[in-house]
């Protein structure tokens, strides 16, 4: 045998062993002598570079450092999931999710592991990266250190597409933390608090060595990636078995909710038996072509829903309560607590929402309270332990001043929270609204973080977002923590934002209830910043998803001088304030008023531009057939219940040509 065959019977035997031991469960070899063949298998490598292979049994040993991690764009994008709580909300989604696709649903449950998500692609068999979840359209790069996770498989064996996407969650198993945790007491250091927040503190470790000391897995859930030849959730998870993934194998395929929910109390009780923690259930539609027709929404898969298991709850003493003042002036209360162990992490703090919130529950300083954390960050303050109220306790009276600048708070009829009028002196508002001017669904500026433009208005240098196109690098490096390189991208990077389109521009704005979605509507409609300024409330809710509370807000910003001359300042910079020209073209009235379902699979077009198409062209997309649909796009496979309710309906079917033709 040549030396490369030799390395190449090495690393398949290695590879082998390592499947047994860590997917199988089964072990094939004593670590001894894997130990001694890995060696052999090293010594080899190191003799002949030529043969290297960035994906050989010794790359898990780690050693690579990672100064910066690699931002990267998701070939698809992650998605959050919904959560539910009780059967009423999983019965809620069965019906909403029936009146959307046609035929028999089945559902894959799934265990929800707590741990963080993390996103593999693999290329002719190898892992190519392996990228964190971040913001859910791009993450951090971490491959070095996923690498020297066991149960990512390095080489794929069987069946596999040329190239895909694969998801699934990095856990620390309970009893490889409890035994790092001894470890660290042992050398007399803070013990980490919880697998969770461990297992994702591991991803971004510079040090990728480190990384491998941790008994860290990878448990894969989901594929991603274009003529996959895979029709079900299900068969999913068999095929990424096949290939040599760790995929559990308390997986279920049901036909009902009542068995999905039947699946959610077992796995209630039964988790405590399991080597890693779980805070939930997921459950997936499982035919991927239903789960096509239900689609996305902004933030989750309307074909997948989390359960969570009940949160926990732990009592504690409310010190005081203190105030935030957010971007748009909204005030909310917070109490401030005496430190409290809670699912694994200290609570000091929780919001405490607004002040009907605190009358209600006649939440008082000195009282004890009952916290409770469920899946959000900030936990919640439940109840008040009455028989623990303190004799001396007086009624909280909600705050009549601003915190940050001492002007008097309103409260508009109708409306939960107080605000801060004072939207052009209120420090907390003025920074808050150039930060999310800046931020990336608005205007992107690179090189610009928050806190540089907290600086920045502290030193007097900008006063609104419009002064940040004056800025020159001059002014720029004396900062802290400013060097001529980082004060050049700063402007670079202000300058390269004149070239961001006018929805986001608008969208940046911070116009009180105008999001990404309405500054898209306001932008498409009215086509510029112009435009917009003279409509009226009257003009301002004839657009399609426009109400009166979004109106009133957009006429009031216009109506000061003092943002009528900001945006004035902006348009002499050159930032995009109008629809561009290529963007106007591609644009007409056509389909104004008609509003139109889109169903099933289509030849010239995905189902994607289609409703793009329709968009652009005036009309409106609606997920499900009623009697407010004029037209129903059928393609390919759409089922014949949705046929004959539009037939019923006497809504006009048209093909993909027709529709094209149409619109011609
Ligand atoms: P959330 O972070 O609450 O929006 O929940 C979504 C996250 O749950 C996903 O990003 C995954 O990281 C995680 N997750 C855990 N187990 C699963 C599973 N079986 N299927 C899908 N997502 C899961
Ligand atoms: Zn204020």
Same mark, same amino acid.
């Given at each position: 045998m040549n030396t490369q065959q030799k390395i190449k019977t090495l690393r398949d035997e290695l590879r082998q062993h390592n499947y047994n031991y860590y997917i199988l469960d089964n072990a094939s070899i004593s670590d001894y002598e894997f130990d001694i063949k890995l060696k052999e298998l090293q010594t080899l490598e190191a003799q002949h570079p030529e043969f290297f292979d960035a994906n050989s049994p010794t790359q898990r040993v780690g050693g690579a450092i990672t100064k910066n991690f690699k931002t990267t764009v998701h070939d698809f994008r992650m998605y959050s999931l919904d959560n539910s709580y009780s059967k009423e909300d999983l019965l809620d989604w069965e019906s909403r999710i029936k009146k959307m696709v046609d035929g028999v649903i089945q559902y894959t449950c799934e265990l929800k592991y707590d741990g963080a998500s993390m996103n593999l692609t693999y290329e002719n068999g190898k892992l190519i990266r392996a990228v964190t979840r971040g913001d859910g359209v791009q993450g951090d790069e971490v491959t070095a250190n996923i690498k020297t996770i066991n149960t990512v498989p390095l080489q794929l064996t069987g069946d596999y597409p040329e190239r895909f996407d694969i998801r699934g969650e990095i856990i620390l198993p309970i009893e490889g933390f409890l035994k790092m945790n001894e470890e660290r007491i042992a050398n007399d250091e803070e013990p980490y608090?919880?697998?969770?927040?461990?297992?994702?503190?591991? /991803?971004?470790? @510079? +040090?990728?060595?480190?990384?491998? #000391?941790?008994? %860290?897995?990878?448990l894969l859930y989901s594929i991603k990636g274009n003529n996959l030849n895979i029709s079900t959730q299900f068969e999913g998870l068999e095929k990424a078995r096949s290939w040599g993934f760790k995929v559990p194998k308390e997986a279920k395929l049901v036909d009902s909710i009542?068995?999905?929910?039947?699946?959610?109390?077992?796995?209630? $009780?039964?988790?405590?038996?399991?080597?890693?923690?779980?805070?939930?259930?997921?459950? $997936?539609?499982?035919? /991927?072509? @239903? @789960?096509?027709?239900?689609?996305?929404?902004?933030?989750?898969?309307?074909?997948?829903?989390?359960?969570?298991?009940?949160?926990?709850?732990?009592s504690t003493v409310l010190n005081e309560i203190t105030y935030q003042v957010g971007r748009t002036g909204a005030i909310t209360p917070v109490a401030n607590l005496q430190p409290v162990e809670l699912a694994g992490t200290t609570v000091k703090r929780a919001s405490l929402h607004n002040a009907d919130q605190i009358a209600k529950l006649d939440i008082r300083e000195g009282d004890t309270v009952f916290v409770e954390k469920g899946g959000e960050i900030i936990p919640k303050i439940i109840a008040v332990d009455l028989a623990k109220r303190p004799n001396n306790s007086v009624p909280t009276i909600y705050a009549t001043n601003c915190p940050e600048c001492e002007t008097l708070l309103k409260r508009l009829e109708g409306e939960a929270k107080h605000y801060c009028p004072n939207y052009h002196g209120c420090p907390p508002q003025v920074v808050g609204r150039i930060q999310h001017y800046i931020s990336r669904k608005a205007l992107d500026i690179e090189g610009l973080g928050g806190e540089t433009v907290a600086l920045l208005v502290k030193e007097g240098l900008i006063n609104d977002y419009s002064d940040l196109y004056e800025l020159t690098v001059q002014q720029v490096v004396p900062l802290e923590r400013m060097a001529e390189k980082s004060a050049e991208n700063l402007i670079n990077g202000v300058e390269a934002s004149k070239k961001i389109p006018f929805e986001r521009v608008l969208f940046g704005l911070g116009i009180r209830y105008v999001g990404e979605t309405v500054a898209k509507k306001l932008a498409k409609h009215y086509k510029s910043i112009d435009a917009l300024m003279f409509a009226s409330i009257l003009d301002l809710v004839t657009v399609d998803e426009i109400g009166e509370r979004i109106a009133e807000s957009v006429v009031e910003f216009f109506s000061s001088e003092e943002n009528k001359h900001i945006v004035e300042r902006l348009?002499?910079?050159?930032? @995009?304030?109008?629809?561009?020209?290529? #963007?106007?073209?591609?644009?007409?009235? $056509? %389909?104004?008023?008609?509003?139109?379902?889109?169903?099933?699979?289509?030849?010239?077009?995905?189902?994607? +531009? %289609?409703? $793009? %198409?329709?968009? +652009?062209?005036?009309? #409106?997309?609606?997920?499900?057939?009623?009697? #407010?649909?004029?037209? /129903?796009i059928a393609g390919d496979k759409m089922g014949p219940s949705k046929r004959k309710k539009a037939e019923n309906l006497n809504i006009t079917i048209l093909s993909e040509d027709e529709f094209l033709h149409f619109l011609k």
């Open positions: 608090r919880n697998p969770r927040n461990t297992a994702s503190g591991s /991803l971004k470790l @510079q +040090d990728s060595a480190e990384v491998a #000391k941790r008994p %860290l897995e990878c009542a068995a999905v929910l039947d699946y959610v109390a077992y796995w209630d $009780k039964e988790r405590h038996n399991l080597p890693y923690e779980i805070d939930g259930v997921v459950v $997936k539609v499982n035919n /991927l072509y @239903q @789960q096509d027709e239900l689609g996305f929404t902004a933030k989750a898969p309307r074909w997948a829903m989390a359960y969570k298991f009940k949160a926990e709850q732990v348009k002499a910079f050159g930032v @995009q304030l109008e629809i561009s020209a290529d #963007k106007l073209a591609n644009q007409t009235d $056509k %389909l104004k008023g008609q509003t139109f379902v889109v169903s099933g699979v289509f030849e010239t077009v995905s189902r994607n +531009d %289609l409703k $793009k %198409l329709i968009e +652009d062209n005036g009309g #409106k997309v609606s997920s499900s057939i009623s009697s #407010k649909t004029s037209f /129903l």
